[in-house]
């Protein structure tokens, strides 16, 4: 099955960029995302990039996909303390599956 | 739109013990899928419920069972509770569309389940 991985953690200073690394074993996933989870909430979506692009920006985010060394990232440029969080990246197969990271906590200090 | 409500938000049952949980989809979303997360797993696929059957299954004990309901609600029960199955379960809601397409999965707060 599919597996995918990611750092532990990421420490950062307020107003820095943060990029966080993911990295999936299935060449046939389809759609990669990104999550985030706050505490004692569920998981939001962040964004989303299908397997055919290299590069999607959404105001602070860009994800950048490098498929053939099946690595994923996500930088948010100017990062805030309400963007202290972990942060899950997940891949989707053909059906509705996906496949979550360990996840990334990131800490940002001011 | 009312989001993904799931209830109970937290629970504590005693080994052997069987639970239920109940998720709520989005109005017009008719695939519910559960997850559960803990420390050390991470989050993990449960099963899929699309139009009341069972669509996708991931590698659980068939003590973990659950059902889709005609309004698209969803209920997961667990049965003979150990002290492993402590956890935050995720429901998520989707419409799905077909294949590989894009189908984003709206998540629920989760009901965290303490097993004593």
């Known amino acids: 099955g599919e597996d995918v991985e990611q750092s532990l953690f990421l420490s950062v200073r307020e107003g820095d960029s943060s990029v966080i690394n993911c990295t999936y074993t299935?060449?046939?996933?389809?759609?990669l995302y990104w999550y985030k989870q706050e505490p004692g909430a569920g998981l939001q979506l962040l964004t989303y990039i299908f397997s055919n692009m290299d590069m999607k920006q959404d105001q602070r985010l860009t994800v950048l996909l490098n498929k053939k060394d099946k690595h994923l990232s996500l930088r948010i440029a100017d990062t805030q303390t309400g963007d202290s969080a972990i942060y899950f990246c997940?891949?989707?197969?053909?059906?509705?599956?996906?496949?979550f990271g360990g996840g990334t906590r990131l800490m940002v200090k001011p | 739109k009312a989001g993904v409500t799931q209830t109970p938000r937290y629970l504590i049952k005693t080994r052997g013990q069987q639970v239920t949980l109940s998720c709520s989809p989005i109005?017009?979303?008719?695939?519910v899928s559960w997850y559960q997360q803990t420390p050390g797993q991470g989050l993990q696929f449960l099963f899929e419920?699309?139009?009341?059957?069972?669509?996708n299954k991931g590698n659980f004990p068939g003590r973990f069972s659950g059902r889709q309901f005609s309004n698209s609600r969803s209920e997961m029960n667990v049965s003979t509770l150990e002290l492993g199955d402590s956890a935050l379960y995720l429901c998520?809601?989707?419409?799905?569309?077909?294949?590989?397409?894009?189908?984003?999965?709206?998540f629920g707060p989760g009901t965290r389940l303490t097993v004593l």
């Open positions: 109005s017009g979303h008719r695939s």
């Open positions: 419920y699309f139009s009341e059957t069972q669509r």
């Open positions: 998520a809601s989707s419409m799905r569309s077909t294949g590989g397409a894009h189908n984003e999965q709206f």
């Open positions: 997940a891949a989707k197969n053909a059906g509705n599956m996906l496949t």
């Open positions: 299935d060449s046939s996933s389809t759609y």
